[in-house]
Structures are given as C-alpha cells and as structure tokens.
C-alpha cells in the first residue's frame, strides 16, 4: 500500500511534546507492520527538516535525516509539476494554502494515490483520505 506522508505527520512523530505524537506514533508502527510504502517529495522534506531545526534542534534534525527520511521514497517534483501546483495555489487564492501542499496535492493525483498521512485538513478538503486526521462530518 503507497502512503504519501507529509511534513505535519513527520513533525508529530518526532516531537513528543506534539498534540498528534501518540496517535502519529501509533499509526507509523501499524503502517510499518503492514509494509504501507511512504512517498513524499523532496519539498515535504526541506519543510519538515526546516520545522525539525528551528523547533527541536539539530540532533533531532541529524535523527530525522539518519533514521527517517531513509524509510520514504523520494518523489522529485518535476518543473511541470511545480507550475501546475503553482498555479493551483495562486488560483484558491488562500494564505495558509502552502505551495508545498499544492505540490503533494499535484504528485499525489499524478502518482495515483489516495491515501496520506497527515493532520493537516487541506488534504481532506482535496478529497484525499488522511490517515491520522479525524473524519469531517458531512
């Protein structure tokens, strides 16, 4: 099972002192166990390696590039792939809509994957279902 993950779930994992860490912790070994193939790109990781550094520090940065990154396979969003998330972004015009979602958004539909780990909703709004993050009632 293909999983693309994303920098809100990466950050959880890592920091203890994080809303979602139990639940993050819980469902990385469940997905593990179930040999689920994570996917991100190289954006989702210089965003979480920037979070990681300012907030925990850089052992947790070095233990995130060590330990963790090694286990995902690195999608690297191509130049067309960047234009097009781009201007999906400037085109919903909302301010805390990132460019490095509207990319995952882009490679997960071009990879044909539905399924992310994430607390973060702007992946439930683009209908994509998250793992981690509660179900919005309809």
């Not at 940065?61 to 998330?85: C, D, G, T, W, Y």
């Not at 399924?115 to 179900?135: S, Y």
């Amino acid at each position: 099972m293909r999983i693309f993950i994303d920098t809100s779930a990466i950050y959880a994992r890592l920091n203890a002192d994080d809303t979602f860490h139990s639940t993050a912790a819980m469902e990385m070994r469940y997905l593990l166990a179930n040999q689920a193939e994570f996917i991100t790109t190289q954006y989702v990781v210089a965003e979480s390696s920037a979070l990681i550094q300012a907030r925990m520090g850089m052992k947790k940065l070095a233990e995130f590039h060590r330990n963790v990154e090694p286990v995902f396979l690195v999608h690297q969003v191509s130049e067309a792939q960047h234009q097009r998330a781009v201007d999906f972004c400037l085109a919903m015009n909302r301010r805390k809509l990132s460019l490095v979602d509207c990319s995952s958004f882009t490679v997960m539909r071009d990879l044909s994957i539905d399924r992310v780990f994430t607390f973060d909703a702007h992946f439930q709004e683009q209908g994509f279902h998250c793992i981690g993050l509660p179900k919005q009632a309809d």
